[in-house]
């Protein structure tokens, strides 16, 4: 194995000093290190992040592989800075077995370019009707500790108490899609003034919070664990604040997009900026950020939802939801945050990290720590090419625009994946 010298290099905003990497470990750290058998990376300038989690994306395989397969996935994550990713089990066949996580966590090991953990399904096929094998899932090679009916909502209230009271045993976690599916029917974009001025259906914010309210009031019942995606209005923020105060076992994560887009995108019709649940108003965009900041709101996930051309690009109601992530996420994080690199450390690896179980990983560079890191240079402004991305999809939001941050390298137990901003296989 090559062993990486990185030398001036400023870890999470400390003072810039040297990174050994060798035999998977962070092996030394500190100034004036040297190590004749290293490769050496010039970190001038450049800040080493713990390895970023994504506790939430669309890797498509098995089913729609046109979309993005495991591989392509993790190589768009590993650019992006990742080196742990959990993948959605809104896939075909729905990943609801033992057997189907199962291949989608060999699918990552072979990539190897980021730790795939895969998520189960909450109800066979997504159906909403009876539980999956939990059980089982949990049992498989894969070891699954989280579940999730992404995509639709576990809206049946005595399925989503019985799910959280199941995992309860092996201290699993249930990542609710809240969405109260009768209040969302035929719906293409946020309910507000803009989509009246359009015309367009609107889902409303109640639709989300009704179910998060529901959902806090069942965890705190059975004493479990609820995690809710890509949380997205002011309204949410609030109730999930009691919730916490209560004390009740909840965590929650915003999107990029919701950190940074409202609901006046659509007035392009470009479906491209449809997206489940969909961007909001600018009020709430402020309530996120704040949340985010202070922590109510525990992580920044991606919801990297790869979509091919024929269902993104397409009349508005025809489009499926949803956008690309994973390339672009700390480009976003640092535009809304700022060299916050402490909170952004702590928002998007170690928070996600201890949430999903993922041990190894959200674990800062320090002597002995598993060299799960990812090297970016802030200084950097890029724009964003579609055709450029490593995602196979090319439904990415911010096509043109120009955002701070670069990743330069990203190693997955000592392994680089990435160096000088490209992948490494
Ligand atoms: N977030 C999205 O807009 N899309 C998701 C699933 C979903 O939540 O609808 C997808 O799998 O494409």
Redesign the pocket.
């Not at 449809?274 to 649940?277: G, R, S, Y």
């Given at each position: 194995m090559t062993a990486y010298l990185i030398t001036s290099v400023s870890v999470v905003g400390a003072a810039p000093t040297d990174l050994l990497i060798r035999d998977g470990v962070v092996a030394e750290v500190g100034a004036g290190l040297s190590a004749p058998d290293a490769t050496v990376i010039d970190g001038t300038g450049l800040v080493a992040l713990p390895g970023l989690v994504d506790l939430h994306t669309?890797l498509?395989e098995p089913g729609r592989e046109d979309a993005e397969t495991v591989e392509s996935g993790s190589r768009a994550a590993a650019l992006g800075g990742y080196t742990a990713v959990c993948a959605?089990a809104?896939t075909s066949p729905v990943a609801d077995t033992a057997g189907v996580v199962e291949q989608v966590w060999r699918l990552g090991r072979e990539a190897g370019l980021v730790d795939v953990q895969p998520v189960g399904a909450v109800t066979v096929g997504l159906a909403g009707e009876r539980l999956a094998e939990l059980g089982a899932m949990a049992d498989s090679a894969a070891q699954v500790r989280m579940f999730s009916d992404?995509?639709?909502c576990v809206a049946d209230p005595l399925l989503m108490r019985r799910a959280l009271e199941y995992v309860k045993a092996f201290d699993g976690i249930i990542a609710q899609?809240a969405?109260e599916p009768r209040l969302t029917e035929g719906a293409q974009m946020h309910e507000g003034e803009v989509s009246t001025r359009l015309g367009l259906i609107g889902w409303p914010a109640v639709a989300e919070e009704a179910i998060i309210a529901r959902d806090v009031l069942l965890a705190e019942h059975v004493g479990s664990r609820l995690h809710v995606?890509?949380v997205s209005t002011a309204g949410s923020v609030e109730v999930l604040r009691q919730a916490k105060a209560r004390g009740v076992r909840v965590t929650a994560e915003v999107?990029p997009h919701h950190l940074l887009l409202t609901d006046e995108r659509a007035e392009s019709y470009d479906p491209v900026f449809?997206?489940?649940?969909p961007l909001r108003t600018s009020a709430d965009v402020t309530a996120l950020r704040a949340a985010l900041a202070d922590g109510v709101i525990d992580i920044i996930a991606t919801?990297h939802?790869?979509?091919a051309v024929e269902d993104k690009e397409c009349e508005w109601a025809y489009a499926?939801?949803?956008?690309l992530g994973l390339e672009t996420a700390l480009s976003i994080a640092l535009d809304v945050l700022g060299p916050e690199w402490d909170l952004i450390a702590e928002r998007m690896s170690r928070t996600p990290a201890r949430i999903a179980g993922l041990t190894g990983h959200g674990v800062d560079p320090a002597p002995g720590a598993p060299a799960n890191l990812t090297l970016v240079d802030p200084a950097v402004r890029r724009t964003i090419e579609p055709a450029e991305l490593a995602s196979r999809s090319r439904n990415t939001p911010y096509a043109r625009m120009t955002l701070p941050g670069r990743i330069v390298a990203t190693f997955l137990r000592g392994e680089p994946t990435v160096l000088d901003g490209k992948a490494v296989k």
């Open positions: 669309h498509r959605m809104n992404d995509g639709h899609h969405e995606c890509h999107t449809k997206v489940n649940p919801d939802a790869p979509h499926r939801p949803g956008m």
